[in-house]
Nanobody, 124 residues
Framework: QVQLVESGGGLVQAGGSLRLSCAAS????????MAWFRQAPGKEREFVAT????????YYSDSVKGRFTISRVKIVNAVYLQMNSLKPEDTAVYYC?????????????????WGQGTQVTVSS
């Protein structure tokens, strides 16, 4: 089992920045990749970015590419999402996710473990 806890959400004006953190605990040695998803009210959960736990290779959704950066620090079992040039449409609950099968998927069923989410609100 892997436990994930997100932090760093909040209210920011359009054009501003936020940095989300996700702390992993438990059987972190089994993780193959971690990801960030987001879910706005009334919408489905949407893929944002993923990073390989060993390789650190990354992949982003088109909607955030060039504005968001995913990174990880293995020694502290953490993954981060640096969000720049935020837009009102980035408003959502952001979830951290982890997988142990190396699927590197862009849909929620590709991830076995989930955090509780952190709210990000971008005002116009």
């Amino acid at each position: 089992q892997v436990q994930l806890v997100e932090s760093g959400g909040g209210l920011v004006q359009a054009g501003g920045s936020l940095r989300l953190s996700c702390a992993a605990s438990g059987r972190t040695s089994s993780m193959t990749n971690m990801a960030w998803f987001r879910q706005a009210p009334g919408k489905e959960r949407e893929f944002v970015a993923t990073i390989g736990w060993s390789s650190s290779s990354t992949y982003y959704s088109d909607s955030v590419k060039g504005r968001f950066t995913i990174s990880r620090v293995k020694i502290v079992n953490a993954v981060y999402l640096q969000m720049n040039s935020l837009k009102p449409e980035d408003t959502a609950v952001y979830y951290c996710a982890a997988d142990y099968l190396g699927r590197f998927g862009v849909t929620p069923p590709s991830y076995a473990y989930w955090g509780q989410g952190t709210q990000v609100t971008v005002s116009s």
